[in-house]
C-alpha cells in the first residue's frame, strides 16, 4: 500500500511483522498441531518492548485449540504477561486471554501458588478507575473472580488477601495525581468566581464619571 512505500525499508520488516503474525498463526494452529508453533507464540510476547499483541492473540486462540500443547508453556506466558507494562494497547488482549484461560484446566492444571500470584498482578494492574475505562475495569474484575472460582479451598484465603492488597496498591498509585488534579481545578474554580476583572472595574468607574458629570451640568 502506499502508506507501507512510505516507510523507511530499514524497518519496514519491524512494523509489518506484528500485523502478520495472528493470521499466520491461526492458520498454523488450525492446521498442525505442533508445540512448536505455540513455543514461538509465547516467546513472541514479549518481543515488543510494549509487548506484542497480535502474539497474545494467537496465543489465546492456541489456548483453546490446542489445550494440551500450551499446558506445558503456561507458566511461561504468565511469567512473560507479568513483565510487561500495563497498557491500554495491551488491556483487552489480555484480559481476554486471561479469562479464556480461566475455562481450560489443562492450561493451569500445574500452577503452583506463585503462578495464580502472577495471574492477579496482571490483572490487578487494569482495576484502577483512575487510568482505564468503566468497560475494561469491569472486565478485569470479572476474570479475578472468574479464576479465584478455580483455585483449591487450601490457597483462596491467601489469594483473596492477595488480591485485595494488590487491588488497593494499584489505587494508590493514582492517588496523588488524583489529588493534585481536583486541588488544581479547585483553584482555577476559585480564581473564575473571584473578584471581577480589572476591565470591569475600569468601567464602572467610567460610568460613574459620566454621571457625576451629568449632574454637574
Known amino acids: 500500500s502506499d502508506a507501507d512505500l512510505t516507510i523507511n525499508p530499514l524497518h519496514k520488516g519491524e512494523v509489518d511483522l506484528p500485523k502478520y503474525i495472528c ?3 491461526s492458520r498454523l494452529i488450525n492446521y498442525y498441531h505442533d508445540e ?3 513455543k514461538i507464540m509465547v516467546d ?16 489465546d486462540l492456541a489456548v483453546q485449540v490446542l489445550p494440551d500443547c ?36 489443562e492450561f493451569y492444571q500445574f500452577f503452583e501458588i506463585k503462578h495464580f500470584k502472577f495471574v492477579i498482578d496482571i ?5 484502577n478507575v483512575h487510568r482505564y475505562n468503566t468497560f475494561i475495569v469491569a472486565a478485569a474484575f470479572r476474570t479475578l473472580m472468574r479464576w479465584y472460582t478455580k483455585m483449591s ?10 488480591i485485595i492488597n494488590k487491588i488497593e496498591e494499584e489505587a494508590k498509585t493514582c492517588l496523588p495525581n488524583v489529588i493534585n488534579a481536583k486541588e488544581h ?8 468566581s473571584g473578584t471581577p476583572t480589572t476591565a470591569a472595574f475600569s468601567f464602572g468607574s467610567a460610568n460613574r464619571e459620566d454621571m457625576i458629570i451629568n449632574e454637574d451640568t
Open 23 to 25: 493470521p499466520i498463526f
Open 36 to 38: 512448536s508453533i505455540c
Open 44 to 59: 513472541c510476547v514479549p518481543s515488543l518492548p510494549s509487548g506484542c499483541q497480535q502474539a497474545i492473540m494467537a496465543c
Open 70 to 105: 500450551m499446558a506445558p508453556l503456561a507458566r511461561q506466558l504468565i511469567s512473560h504477561l507479568a513483565s510487561l507494562h500495563p497498557s491500554a494497547v495491551l488491556a483487552i488482549p489480555i484480559i481476554e486471554l486471561a479469562s479464556d484461560c480461566s475455562s481450560v484446566p
Open 123 to 127: 490483572l490487578a494492574s487494569y482495576t
Open 153 to 162: 479451598d487450601a490457597v483462596k484465603p491467601t489469594i483473596c488477601n492477595y
Open 185 to 192: 481545578s479547585d483553584e482555577r474554580q476559585s480564581s473564575d
